[in-house]
């Protein structure tokens, strides 16, 4: 084990210094020795050993006797770990290249592939589902397409998960290519909810003529970054209640950042039509509370954690790229794109 | 007259800082700073060809050679500096013999059974000329002369054993041989650099030694071979410097040493040779035997004190400057590993390239400390010490 340890590093030395290659042919030599059940006769893992060892013999030698009779198994302990953790720097990378974060799709720290988090698609909710997942219906929420369509895509987003913000045109455009065959239902998985919902707590639009900070509404344990998302939530079902759901929507969804304040959501709904004082009154209507705190667990018992997760055909797709979302709505529809 | 150790390590790069115990000396000998000198000198003053041009730095070049030749006379005694040919260690030597001397078919080489493997693979090469090897023990002068039957043609014998540093009685073995009617090789290469020889004295046929193992640079080494036992040979390597002339259907052979010689030579070898040699002359051999002597019975009798060791070979009394031994239980290489790296202590594991011997009698290897003018008493107290404490890590 020692000679592979040494075929690690001497490798990559061997790489920047002629010096080291002979070194890197013994280990090499002695590990494929080893790989073919043979005796490694090279030596190397003795001179390795002394190299070491040999410094602590006049120092502490009851030290010294310690490494040199146990090196061996210190060394598969070592080789465990490089293995372990290079298995976990792979997947690392895979989690960095599905869910746009090393730590996966729950993980929250520091990734050094995306030091900024700026490329995570991670919710940062921990929804600690237990048991069996349901797939989820509709919910009876608005719905964009034909009653009668052959495929109901069910995405579950959050007004402030840029993921599913960066999805809205995506989904309008594929509704749109596939008018007659596709409808599409949104269902709220807002992601400071699992706090604010459970607790019940007042969304902070009760005065709405005071500016609620985006950031100070935030519940105690939910991520910061998504304060405020349920009052979005609850804002398009209230402009859906006038039955302006998808314009307030996609409003909602485009506007260049995400609005959360109420002041914000009530200015969001202007032009559109609706009777602004009653949007007012709704945002701090228990029911419309009731229906957003629905969708979320809907969304929990479907296994959701993160958004935009979409079921088409009853299948999760966890943020899927434009391609992969187009892609699966082919398959789905069991052709080609028209 | 004594050897003054101290002094003397001054001249060598290697030790000044007094960090480095070396004692791997049968291996490979230190060089003193006037060898080096002498070696950069011919890079930087007279880097030519020798034999061959005209010019002044060939003519130098010519000047140092002949003055190696003189010395190396003086070095073994030999009575003409036409009995001294210049060779590239004593492995080239004994293989310019081994492949020059007029064997035929059926013929026998005898050998000690404790030979480096210099001086036993070239004549087990030789049995693809139907020229057979035999072996009698080592220093034993009634097998010897009981194995010398008719169809032996030569025998070759190491002086000086780099195993354990036991020496033939060379002068009885001489005579044993002669008095078969049969010439003599023998491997000086662990007893030139330690005794005086007299190849007069001793009056043997052949003797190669090496330069790298008495303060010479690498790559040098001498064979002496009496005139008509030079004539005897037949040489195998040949090419430009070997002969008088040369036309499209022969060539006729020069009749001196450098018809052995061929091609062109490790010149500045040569000349930092023949400083090696000069400096050994100042120190004196004997000095120097007697100096290894006395620190190999302080090494001898620290080491019996240390659990489980064997220590190969004879008295420390009868021994040069080699001692060997091995502790049981315990690989030699570790031994030799961690000397170094705990102590900066340079000693030598192994089988030595004497593996027959080792395989004959089921020894796995030994740890080696060779000694030599330049070792002294603390740094065998020092490897003493290092050698316990390695020891106990071992154990």
Known sequence: MLCFLGLLVLTILALFSARYQPLAREAFDCVFRRVTLRKCTTGLDKRLKARVTGRLVAVHPGAARFLHRHLETLAWLFVLLVVGSTANLGYGFYNYYRYGSCNGSTGTGFCVLDPSGTHSRDSGLVTAHRGETVRPGDGGNPALGPAGARLTIIEFGSYTCPSTRASEPVVREIVRRHADEVRLVFRHFPLDGLDTLRAGVAIGCEDSSSETPRRAAAPAAAPDDHAGATRAAIAADCAGAQGRFWEYHQRLATAPDAIVTCGGLIELARGLGVDEAAFARCLVDSTMLEHVRRDFEDGVKAGIDRTPTFFIDGSPMVAPSPEELGEAVDRALGGHRP | ?395
């Open chain 2, 1 to 395: 007259m004594t050897v003054d150790p101290y002094r003397l390590r001054r001249d060598f790069p290697p030790l000044r800082d007094g960090r480095l115990v070396y004692f791997d000396n049968a291996c490979m000998a230190l060089r003193p700073q006037a060898v080096i000198d002498a070696v950069t000198a011919y890079y930087t003053e007279y880097p030519a060809c020798g034999e061959r041009s005209l010019h002044r730095l060939g003519r130098r070049v010519d000047e140092e050679v002949s003055l190696a030749r003189e010395a190396a006379r003086r070095f073994l005694h030999a009575r003409r500096v036409e009995e001294i040919v210049f060779t590239q260690n004593t492995t080239h030597a004994i293989n310019l013999v081994a492949h020059s001397f007029p064997f035929a078919p059926g013929d026998v080489v005898v050998t000690s059974d404790q030979e480096h493997n210099s001086n036993l693979l070239p004549w087990q090469q030789l049995s693809r000329h139907g020229v057979e090897h035999r072996a009698v023990p080592f220093g034993d002068l009634e097998a010897l002369g009981a194995a010398l039957t008719p169809a032996v043609k030569l025998v070759s014998m190491v002086m000086t054993s780099n195993l354990d540093g036991a020496s033939i009685d060379a002068r009885r073995t001489v005579e044993v041989v002669h008095e078969a009617g049969l010439p003599i090789l023998l491997d000086a290469a662990q007893a030139a650099p330690h005794r005086e020889l007299d190849v007069r004295s001793l009056d043997v046929d052949y003797l190669a030694c090496s330069g790298h193992k008495m303060l010479g640079p690498s790559g040098t080494g001498l064979l002496y071979g009496k005139q008509d036992a030079l004539a005897r040979l037949r040489p195998t390597l040949v090419g430009g410097g070997t002969v008088e002339e040369s036309t499209l259907q022969g060539a006729t052979y020069r009749e001196g040493p450098e018809r052995f010689e061929a091609g062109l030579q490790n010149y500045a070898g040569i000349v930092g040779l023949r400083h090696a040699i000069e400096y050994l002359e100042r120190v004196g051999r004997e000095a120097i035997h007697a100096h290894e002597q006395r620190l190999t019975r302080q090494l001898q009798a620290g080491l019996e004190q240390l659990p489980n060791v064997t220590i190969f070979g004879p008295a420390a009394e009868r021994r040069g400057g080699i001692t060997s031994f091995a502790f049981t239980g315990i690989d030699v290489h570790d031994v030799c590993l961690l000397l170094d790296e705990s102590a900066g202590i340079a000693v030598r594991s192994g089988r030595h390239c004497v593996h027959s011997w080792f395989n004959a009698h089921g020894v796995e290897g030994t740890v080696r400390a060779s000694l030599y003018l330049y070792n002294t008493e603390e740094e065998v107290t020092a490897f003493l010490g290092a050698l316990a404490k390695v020891h106990g890590v071992l154990a």
